[in-house]
Structure formats: C-alpha cells, structure tokens
C-alpha cells in the first residue's frame, strides 16, 4: 500500500481565515480523494482530485469553500476557506490502490486536526 | 434513511470473545465492501476488502457479505486489545456506476477489548 503524509497534522485557526492542508504519496496514483470527518462521525467524501483535471466536488460541497489542487500524480491540497467553527474537523486524504487502479480499495492519510475559532 | 447504517456501539467485550460487527445498506448498486479499522487519532487503515457476496477470511478477522438482505459483517476471533479501535464499514458502486470509487461509510462501532 502507498505511504500517505499529511500536512500540518493539526491547526487552530481563527474564524474568517482560510488553510491550505498539503497530502504527499510515496508512489504516483490516479485517483486522490478528500474526505471530512467531524466530531464523533463517520467519513463524508468532499470531492475526488484526478492530475490534470477539475476536481469532482460531492453535494454540499462547493470549490469556493473548498478548493482543491492536483498537480502531479503523487500530490494534493485541499484549501478550507473562509472558516468557521462548523468547519473543525478532520480532513483526510486517500489514494487509490494504484497497482490495479482499484478505486474503491482506498488508502489513507494520517489526517489534518483542524479547529475553528 | 442514510445509505449505510451501522451499530454505533460502543461495544466492549473481554480478551478471546469473538466480536461481530455489521452494517446494512439500501443502494442495490453497492458491489465492493470493506472494513477498515480506525485507531485513536489515526487514518482508517483497510482491513478487508470484498466483491458482492460472499465470504473472505483473513487470519483472525472474516467478512461476509449478503447482497440478498443488503447486510454486512465482519467477525474477529479470539480477540485482543490492541483490536481496540472503531471499525467502520465502506462499499461503493461497480464501474460505470455513479458511485464508483466513492466510498460511503457506516458511522463507525467503537470497540473495545479489555484484558
């Protein structure tokens, strides 16, 4: 499996701000995901970051709030923007199992602790 | 209704119980499963993975899967505490389908094995 770093590992912001949250693989992989996990939730997907293309944001998820880019095959950031404390959370990156382009085998991230105050 | 509904738990059993945890689902599209395990302060890391219905064993932990009720498990023998951690379940859609490649999770069951 690939070997996923997220950076910083956590942050407290102030509201109104915006943060950029960095994912590096250790291996080049098409697919690149960004999900959102609240306090005490499950996982919920924000939007799929393929190289070379637009990211695929879900519903209730829009490019303004969070922008997302995708330089390189091994490479992502997810910018939170304009913050409020509805948006603390933890935010992970995941990859795809790259060997057979199995999207739903997914690897993950460490993740990003944010805070919003 | 959410997609995937999962016992939240949280669940404590004593060391060497045999622990099943389960999740059902409503999307008849769903057809790859899995199980991943998150620790405190961690990423989920993937347990186990499985295509439409069946059974799939590795070492201690098995996972079946019942496409006809739309229920899944995942059965962990002789368990130990370094199993404690919240389980989640996960599944997604086949090619083609609109929810390929876009995992939608159970709300996780917290575990917890004490010695």
């Known amino acids: 499996s690939a070997v996923i770093s997220q950076k910083p590992s956590r942050d407290i912001c102030q509201r109104g701000t915006s943060l950029t949250i960095q994912c590096q693989v250790d291996?080049?992989?098409?697919?690149m995901f960004w999900y959102r996990q609240q306090p005490g939730q499950s996982l919920t997907l924000i939007a799929t970051?393929?190289?070379?293309?637009?990211?695929?944001?879900e519903s209730g998820f829009v490019i303004d709030k969070f922008p997302i880019s995708r330089p390189n095959l091994t490479f992502s950031t997810l910018t939170v923007s304009n913050m409020s404390p509805e948006d603390s959370s933890i935010y992970l990156c995941?990859?795809?199992?790259?060997?057979?382009?199995?999207?739903?085998?997914?690897?993950f991230g460490p993740g990003t602790r944010l805070t919003v105050l | 209704q959410k997609e995937v509904e999962q016992d939240p738990g949280p669940l404590s059993v004593p060391e060497g119980a045999i622990v099943s945890l389960n999740c059902t689902y409503s999307?008849?599209?769903?057809?790859?499963f899995m199980w991943y395990r998150q620790y405190s302060r961690k990423g989920p890391e993937l347990l186990m993975y499985?295509?439409?219905?069946g059974n799939k064993e590795d070492g201690r932990f098995t996972a079946q899967v019942d496409k006809s009720s739309k229920y899944i498990s995942l059965f962990i023998r002789d368990s130990q505490p370094s199993d404690s951690a919240t389980y989640l379940c996960?599944?997604?859609?086949?090619?083609?389908?609109?929810?390929?490649?876009?995992?939608?999770f159970g709300q996780g069951t917290i575990l917890t094995v004490h010695p």
């Open positions: 291996s080049q992989v098409t697919m």
């Open positions: 995941s990859v795809d199992g790259s060997h057979a382009a199995l999207y739903n085998e997914q690897f």
């Open positions: 499985t295509y439409s219905s």
């Open positions: 999307n008849s599209a769903f057809q790859y």
């Open positions: 970051a393929n190289q070379g293309s637009e990211a695929t944001y």
């Open positions: 996960a599944m997604s859609g086949d090619a083609g389908g609109t929810s390929y490649g876009k995992l939608t």
